[in-house]
């Protein structure tokens, strides 16, 4: 296989390769909102038509306890390697709506400053539809120019964004369906256009839910103020203690198994290139803000977090309403390094947070799904195919990197099917994935389909 071969075959289907994609991003296939639940299954048939059309065999909708995954194969050769490729054909939720420039499913290309050539705008562009349809146009590259030097499966789920619960279940059934050498997946980022990356780590999460209840009623905040606890009052005062001075989390044990990384590793990863300038003016802000201690590649990438993702209660209507409220809300998440666990975090914060509420309130804590972190050994037969690919089609050796995002399935493939992942990510940070206006770039879609049979070849070779 030569990459100029594999170059004019993609050159000479750009046109369909971007129209076949825009179809996708047309349907709205949210999965954490149940009245898309028609849409779901409307994507995972497109999705199962175009494997059949780029080549698979035994393409099929595989029916879960939720949204279904679509597997598809194309065995070549037994005694050859064979590469699982995962994906997620669903996607966020698109609000806030009027913050977007085009509607999220009328997908339009624009340029941008990032983007001269041009990027899609439209609800899953990079996250994770436009990633993971490279990887259909790139197997029917290598069919149509008869390039593909070793077995292919391919698994593309719909609940990824909230979870994957079902996939685990699904995955432990079919371990023998699902065998193969290495998992390759694009759902993460490159530091830029002309800095190619590999991320060597995903963080691990923790999500939980918050709810405190003071008197049993909404109260006047006139009659009562003052005398009765405001349970919004407490809840905002015990999120604030969970940091200290120095924005180290408070929550008891929740350092105890984390990974600390040697100097020597921690001065590898201050090699690759970080602009805080850039970085400060990408976000329009005066000053980055994290744990003390930690550079901000670190404080992503190698360092726990606890958030709060969204917080309500009271009145949030129009003018002023006086209220001192019964209930007060919370979301929160906690980002997870290696070695940390999931349960054994979200048991902590659960102790935690119900050993510090005062008497005055109640307080209820639930966990919702959660993942663990993951680990990719740099050194590997993977990983080094995945370096020598993008080395040859951007001209450059890519960085090592670690990635602060969460792919919550990643772990399992490695506990439950012994094999690790490459997280062959071509998207940019800035490309607006959950945010309003989400992006993908031509050049970096294009590019992607064009590596991707790089990394089977040295894979294989
Ligand atoms: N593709 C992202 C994860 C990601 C994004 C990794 C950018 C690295 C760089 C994935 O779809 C995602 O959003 N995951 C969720 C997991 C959650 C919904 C369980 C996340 O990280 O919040
Ligand atoms: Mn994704
Ligand atoms: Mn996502």
Partial sequence: MELNQIQSYVNSNKERFLNEL??????????????????????????KQRLIEAGADKVEICQTKGYPVVYGEKIIDSSKPTVVVYGHYDVQPADPLDLWDSPPFEPVIKKTDIHPEGA?????????????????????????????????????????EVGSSNLGPWIIKNKEKLKGDIILISDTSIIANDIPSIDSGLRGLAYMEVEVVGPNRDLHSGVY??????PINILCKLIASCHDENNHIT?????????????????????APFDLNDFRKDLNIDE?????GYSTNERTGIRPTLDVNGIWGGYTGDGAKTVLPSKAFAKISMRLVPNQSSKEISDLFIKHFESIVPKSVK????????????????DSKGFLAASKAMQETYGKKPVPTRSGGS????????????????????????????????????FNYYRGIETIPLFYKYFTA
């Fill in 407 to 442: 792919i919550p399935i990643v772990a399992l493939f490695k506990k439950e099917l012994g094999m690790d992942s490459i997280l062959f990510g071509f998207g940019l940070d800035s490309d607006g994935l959950h945010s309003p206006n989400e992006h993908y770039g031509l």
């Fill in 120 to 160: 899609i705008f439209a609800r899953g562009a990079c996250d994770d539809k436009g990633q993971m349809y490279m990887h259909v146009k790139a197997f029917e590259t290598m069919m149509k120019t008869n390039t593909l030097p070793c077995n292919v499966k391919f698994m593309i789920e719909g609940e990824e």
């Fill in 251 to 271: 929550v008891p044990g929740f350092y105890d198994k984390v990974q600390e990384l040697s100097d020597a590793e921690r001065a590898e990863m201050a090699k």
């Fill in 288 to 292: 980055e803000r994290g744990e003390k």
């Fill in 363 to 378: 307080v209820k804590v639930t966990a919702h799904h959660g993942g663990e972190p993951v680990v990719v050994p740099t």
């Fill in 22 to 47: 825009l179809d996708l991003l047309k349907i709205p296939s949210i999965s954490a909102k149940p009245e898309h639940k028609p849409d779901m299954f409307t994507t995972a048939e497109a999705v």
């Fill in 225 to 230: 103020g003052g005398a009765v606890a405001n």
